[in-house]
């Protein structure tokens, strides 16, 4: 059984950084996709980053140069650092997965589909 678990998230100041992270069990990070995804109040949840088991990444244009996803194969964790916050930021943060390797070389890394969820951790930015 996939169990996806994010922790990091909480309150900060416009400008500020947050690290947030997925630890996974059932599920190997070398293969496969892993992505974060957000949800405002009132909004559909969108992709904000995701990477491949080679590496590859891609990005929501509105996090680009301030957003950064990696993972860390043995500690089968993935993060999302964020820095320069923003209060547009402000939403639930999810991470995903899915085992189609194929997702970002398809196109198809930001888009609302993985299979396995997380609960989500919440981050508010004030201004």
């Known amino acids: 059984q996939v169990q996806l678990v994010e922790s990091g998230g909480g309150s900060v100041q416009a400008g500020g950084s947050l690290r947030l992270s997925c630890a996974a069990s059932g599920y190997t990070y070398s293969s496969g996709c892993m992505g974060w995804f957000r949800q405002a109040p009132g909004k559909e949840r969108e992709g904000v980053a995701a990477?491949?088991?080679?590496?590859?990444?891609i990005y929501a244009d509105s996090v680009k140069g301030r957003f950064t996803i990696s993972q860390d194969n043995a500690k089968n964790t993935l993060y999302l650092q964020m820095n320069s916050l923003k209060p547009e930021d402000t939403a639930m943060y999810y991470c995903?997965?899915?085992?189609?390797?194929?997702?970002?070389?398809?196109?198809?890394?930001?888009?609302?589909?993985?299979?396995?969820w997380g609960q989500g951790t919440q981050v508010t930015v004030s201004s």
């Open positions: 990477i491949d088991s080679d590496g590859s990444t």
């Open positions: 995903a997965a899915d085992r189609r390797w194929w997702l970002l070389l398809h196109g198809r890394g930001l888009v609302n589909e993985y299979y396995y």
